[in-house]
Every structure is written in structure tokens, then in C-alpha cells.
């Protein structure tokens, strides 16, 4: 290309438009990193103000790390019993999910059967359909069964949203790990469970354990069916929700921030897994 | 050999079991309450809640939010996309920061932008010290529709744009380096590169990042919630609210029905609108 290029100043030219497009990009960049980071900052700098600063006017950009509003709601009547119950369901979820959709998902990668595509068909139907509207069935079905208003049937829910991603990811990590691998077990003397448990399962269990966090990510985040679904066992989500209109600004932003620094942390745990859980969306 | 072909089937089982009774059944069920009541077949429900004084606002607001949002979040995700996918250094924390409202509750990303709505918030902070505004503006008042709307706009916009980008970062990595660099040496411009060569070959992305972000812009409730509580009414709130304060399950069950139709009409047509034809797939 530079042989092409050899008078100076279409190539300065080049060079020039090139720079141009270096710095476009670079500011692009910057630009957008700062409309995700800043919002969030913003919610945090009101976390970690006194009462006062974060009802008066005009606000700081800089926090004062003072710990009222976070005292006051860590106090507040019903949140610790709220940060319990969102823990319990996001946690009863993640074990549902993974325990249900990881067999699932090997079956998917090792074996051809009839009935395999019906079943991805089911898998891939759930998200064209708006989930959260189930609470108002469940709702029914659960007070006949006893379990409205408790965490087993939130988490019942939550599965539900939870469980195709768990299939899907579990599918593709099952995929990435070579067959020939099981099959020498088994000549070794392994038998299937065996060869499964001690030459699959290590190396599946980072990305298992990822998708066990983005499960937990999806329960915890949830709004609809936990308001729906709970009375008294309300998650954190449903108890923030049901008292926005009566609490404080500076409940409702520490409220905020609890939900959403758990939630930094695990979309850093699993970032490595972003692509394994919406890639294979695209087949 | 006989159980390892039974074997496929009881470890499907589970999944299958807990997705026909609690996805498939529970939809025949709110189905069914939505055309009874008292036992009898009827539409009484959706004709409640057509002639609420309510359904027109709420069906158009989620509508135009749906039309508003969603186009601003596949331009958004395509620019973020094309950044990421051309980056050299730092990809990695560049991707991770833009990931991160995928992992924001929908209720948290309202509150984050009620800091910077509300009346003693950041924006009127900014304003008055900019001397725009000689006093805070309320912009999240019974009174300011539009406003309201546009910050919900801006939440939806901030927090959800990022399961789209993702889902072209994965499809633009599955697009062969070649094309670009073989119209790049036939004089295309960047530009010309991305709509004839990009754009037509990601299609397949660009149909799931568009059915699932439609899907969810039907199902916007929280963002609305916290930001105009009651004053922008949305599907999924007035769900909410027959269901819970007017303890009328059979049109909330009507209202569900509504967003599932909506849901799958808009579904059926982004697969046919955005189709792959036969003879151009791989």
C-alpha cells in the first residue's frame, strides 16, 4: 500500500484523515463510557450523602461519605428481611436453573435424538414471549398450592426466566469441550458418570459457575412477578417498588444503590461468558 | 446401548417437565381467565379495559415509547458494537463498561435517573449553575408529560441498550475479516463498508437483538414506575395495578394477553421483515 502511495501529499492526506479518525474514535469512546459511568455515579454520590445534602439543593458532584442514608435504610423497618429474601430467591434460582438446565444442555451437545429440535424450539419460545406476565397465573396456581408468598415460588418464577440461559450456556460450553476426551475416559475404565465427573465437569465449572451468577443476577434484578408474587416475603426490588411513593429520596437512592453494586460485581464475574450467553442467540 | 438412548430423554426431562408446567400451562390458564368471568365465556374483560378512561393513554404511551427507544438503542448498539469490534487495545474494559447496564435492574436504572431528574437532582444542579434556569425546574410533575416521557426515553435508552450491543459484538465477530478488507481494496469507504458489507451480513443478529428488545420494550414497567409513578401509564403497570389495587385478575389477565399479543404480532414481523433468505445462508 505505501509503494501505492508515493506521492507525498495524497499520503499526507492519508495519514492525516487516519488521525482524524484515531481521535473520532478515542472521543467516541470516552463519550460513551461516560454516559454509562456517569448516571451510576451519580446514584452513588447520593448513597453516600447525609439526608440532608440529598434532599436539599444544589447537589454535589463529589460525595460526602457520610453513611446516614445507607444507616437509615439498612434500619429501615422491612429491609433487612428484603435483602434476605432477594439473597434466598436469586440463591434457590441459581441452583434451580443450573440443576435443571445443565443436564439439559449436555444432553443438547452430546447425543442427536428425536424430539431435539422441539425441545430447542421450547427453549427458544420462551423468549418471545413477555415472562413476567406468568406471575399473574402462578399467582393462582400458587395459592392453591401453598406456596404464594414464598421464596420457592418466586424462585419458581425466576427459573423460568432464568432456565433457557442456563440451556443455552451450559450447551455451549458442553459443545467446547471435545467428546474424545470422555470417550478415553471410558476406555481408561471410567464409567459415563465417572468420565462426567472428573474429566467434563472441570473443565465446564468456571463457565457453569457463571451462568449459576448470571442466574442469580437475573432473580435478584427482577421486579414484576416479585411485586406480584409477595406480600410479606418481599424481595428488595418489590419492597422498593411497593414504597415509592412513600419513601424518602434518600431511601429510595440507597435502595438504588444496594441493588445495583451487587449487580457491578457480577457482570464482572461473568463478563468472560457475555458472548457464550448471547453468541449462540444468533443460531 | 439402550440406556444411552434413554439417557438424552431423562436428562431433558427435568427442564422439559418444569417448562410445560410452569410456562406453557400458566399461559393456557391467564388465557383462560382473560375470556371468563364468573365461569362464563366472555370478553367483558377486554371491553373493561378498553373503555377504561385510562387504555388509550397507556396503549399509545408504550407504543410511542416502544417506536422512540428502540431505534435509538439499535443506533446506539451498532456504533458501540463497530467501536468494539475495531478496537485494539483496552477491548476488554471497553466491553465491560458497556456491559455493564445489562446487569442493572430495571428499577435501579429508574432510580438512577430520578437522581438526576428529580427536582433538587443533578440536571437542575447543573442548569441553575449554568444560569439556564433561574430556579429548579420540576420535570417529573403530574404536570410535564413530556418530560417524564423523555426521561423515561433516556432510561430505557441507558440501561437496555447494552443486550443489544452485545448481541452484534457476537454477530460482528462472526462476519469474516475478508469482505471488509476485500471492499476496502476495491475503494469502499468506511461508511460504504459498514452499510453494504456489515450491515446485510449481520443480519441474523440484528433480527434476535430487535424481536428481544421489542419484546422487552412491551414489558417497560419499572423505569416508568419510578420515574412518573402514575402519571405515564404503561401496559405492564396497569396490569400491575388491576391486578393488585383493583383486585380484578381477569383483566389484568385480559391486559397480559394484550402485551403477549402485541409481543408475538411484532415477533412474527421482524422475522419476516428481517428474514435470511435460503439461498444466502451459510
Redesign the interface.
Known amino acids: 500500500m505505501t509503494a501505492i502511495l508515493a506521492d507525498a501529499p495524497a499520503a499526507a492526506r492519508w495519514d492525516s484523515r487516519r488521525r482524524a479518525g484515531r481521535f473520532l474514535m478515542f472521543a467516541a469512546i470516552v463519550l460513551l463510557c461516560a454516559w454509562v459511568l456517569l448516571p451510576i455515579y451519580l446514584l452513588i454520590v447520593n448513597a453516600l450523602s447525609s439526608p440532608n445534602e440529598v434532599t436539599g439543593f444544589p447537589k454535589r458532584m463529589l460525595p460526602s461519605f457520610d453513611t446516614g442514608s445507607i444507616s437509615f435504610f439498612i434500619n429501615f423497618a422491612g429491609v433487612a428481611k428484603a435483602l434476605w429474601n432477594s439473597i434466598l430467591v436469586a440463591a434457590l434460582t441459581m441452583v434451580l436453573s443450573i440443576g435443571i438446565g445443565a443436564p439439559a444442555g449436555y444432553a443438547l451437545s452430546r447425543f442427536d435424538f428425536p424430539g431435539k429440535e422441539a425441545f430447542r424450539f421450547l427453549v427458544l419460545m420462551t423468549r418471545a414471549f413477555p415472562l413476567p406476565l406468568l406471575a399473574l397465573p402462578l399467582a393462582v396456581m400458587f395459592i392453591r398450592t401453598g406456596l404464594d408468598d414464598t421464596p420457592v415460588g418466586l424462585a419458581i418464577v425466576h427459573t423460568t426466566l432464568a432456565l433457557p440461559f442456563a440451556v443455552l450456556i451450559t450447551f455451549s460450553l458442553f459443545s467446547g469441550i471435545p467428546f474424545e476426551l470422555e470417550e478415553a475416559a471410558w476406555t481408561l475404565g471410567c464409567t459415563r458418570l465417572q468420565a462426567f465427573w472428573k474429566v467434563v465437569m472441570p473443565l465446564a465449572l468456571p463457565g457453569i459457575a457463571a451462568s449459576a451468577v448470571f442466574a442469580f443476577t437475573i432473580s435478584w434484578n427482577e421486579v414484576f412477578a416479585a411485586a406480584v408474587l409477595t406480600i410479606e416475603n418481599r424481595t428488595l426490588t418489590a419492597f422498593l417498588l411497593q414504597s415509592l411513593n412513600v419513601s424518602p429520596l434518600y431511601l429510595k437512592f440507597a435502595g438504588g444503590a444496594a441493588l445495583v453494586v451487587p449487580a457491578l460485581i457480577f457482570i464482572f464475574a461473568v463478563r468472560k461468558y457475555l458472548f457464550a450467553m448471547w453468541g449462540i442467540a444468533n443460531r | 446401548m439402550t440406556r444411552?438412548?434413554a439417557?438424552?430423554?431423562l436428562?431433558?426431562a427435568?427442564?422439559?417437565l418444569?417448562?410445560c408446567v410452569?410456562?406453557l400451562y400458566?399461559?393456557v390458564?391467564?388465557a383462560h381467565?382473560a375470556v371468563t368471568r364468573d365461569g362464563a365465556y366472555t370478553f367483558a374483560n377486554f371491553r373493561t379495559m378498553a373503555e377504561h378512561w385510562k387504555f388509550p393513554a397507556t396503549f399509545w404511551n408504550t407504543m410511542l415509547l416502544a417506536i422512540v427507544v428502540v431505534p435509538l438503542q439499535l443506533v446506539l448498539a451498532l456504533?458501540?458494537a463497530s467501536?468494539v469490534s475495531?478496537?485494539e487495545s483496552g477491548r476488554?474494559a471497553?466491553?465491560?463498561?458497556?456491559?455493564?447496564?445489562?446487569?442493572?435492574?430495571?428499577?435501579?436504572a429508574g432510580?438512577?435517573?430520578?437522581?438526576?431528574f428529580?427536582?433538587?437532582?443533578?440536571l437542575?444542579?447543573w442548569l441553575?449553575?449554568l444560569g439556564v434556569a433561574d430556579q429548579?425546574v420540576m420535570f417529573l410533575g403530574y404536570q410535564s408529560k413530556l418530560s417524564i416521557f423523555v426521561a423515561v426515553v433516556l432510561a430505557e435508552v441507558?440501561r437496555a441498550t447494552a443486550?443489544m450491543m452485545?448481541?452484534l459484538?457476537?454477530?460482528m465477530?462472526?462476519i469474516p475479516k475478508e469482505y471488509g478488507e476485500a471492499a476496502e481494496v476495491f475503494g469502499a469507504s468506511?461508511w460504504k463498508r459498514f452499510t453494504r458489507v456489515t450491515l446485510p451480513l449481520l443480519r441474523?443478529?440484528l433480527q434476535?437483538a430487535i424481536?428481544?428488545r421489542v419484546?422487552l420494550a412491551?414489558?417497560v414497567?419499572?423505569v416508568v414506575?419510578?420515574l412518573g409513578?402514575t402519571n405515564l401509564p404503561v401496559l405492564?403497570g396497569e396490569?400491575?395495578h388491576w391486578?393488585?389495587a383493583l383486585q380484578d385478575?381477569n383483566v389484568?389477565?385480559a391486559y397480559?394477553m394484550l402485551?403477549?399479543a402485541i409481543?408475538?404480532g411484532f415477533?412474527l414481523f421482524f422475522l419476516y421483515a428481517l428474514r435470511v433468505p435460503k439461498e444466502a445462508r451459510p
Open positions: 444411552s438412548k439417557l438424552p430423554y436428562l431433558l427435568p427442564a422439559t418444569f417448562l410452569f410456562f400458566p399461559f390458564l391467564v381467565e456504533t458501540m467501536i475495531r478496537v476488554g471497553i466491553l465491560y463498561i458497556f456491559a455493564i447496564p445489562l446487569g442493572i435492574s430495571d428499577l435501579a432510580l438512577i435517573w430520578l437522581a438526576i428529580e427536582q433538587s437532582g443533578f437542575n444542579t441553575v449553575g429548579p441507558w443486550i452485545v448481541i459484538v457476537a454477530g465477530g462472526l468506511a441474523p443478529s434476535t424481536i428481544l419484546i412491551f414489558e414497567f419499572a414506575a419510578a409513578g405492564m396490569t400491575y391486578q393488585f385478575r389484568a389477565a397480559a402485551i403477549l409481543s408475538i415477533t
